[in-house]
Nanobody
Framework: QVQLVESGGGLVQAGGSLRLSCAASGITFSDYSMNWYRQAPGKQREFVAG?????MYANSVKDRFTISRDSAKNIVYLHMNSLTPDDTAVYYC?????????WGQGTQVTVSS
């Protein structure tokens, strides 16, 4: 059974930082690109960052967010700095390859002004 379990969300003031974690089980971690998406209230889910070899970022988070993966622990992280209220959303972990896509349940990030 595939599980992607996110953690690390919460309430933070503007300008603050958070680190999200996604622990993966039931997949061969190295076979998947690992990604973070987010969905704000009333908006579509959007890509935030992804890592297979190098990292890829949405323009809105470039230079503020860093994605990394620990292949020994099967965990992918999203380090978020200089947070703004526009970053408020549910953040979802995603594992994807040519054959399968898996999603976590999401973790809420709320940035207060």
């Amino acid at each position: 059974q595939v599980q992607l379990v996110e953690s690390g969300g919460g309430l933070v003031q503007a300008g603050g930082s958070l680190r999200l974690s996604c622990a993966a089980s039931g997949i061969t971690f190295s076979d998947y690109s690992m990604n973070w998406y987010r969905q704000a209230p009333g908006k579509q889910r959007e890509f935030v960052a992804g890592v297979s070899g190098g990292g890829m970022y949405a323009n809105s988070v470039k230079d503020r967010f860093t994605i990394s993966r620990d292949s020994a622990k099967n965990i992918v992280y999203l380090h978020m700095n200089s947070l703004t209220p526009d970053d408020t959303a549910v953040y979802y972990c995603n594992a994807r390859n040519a054959y399968r896509t898996h999603w976590g349940q999401g973790t809420q990030v709320t940035v207060s002004s």
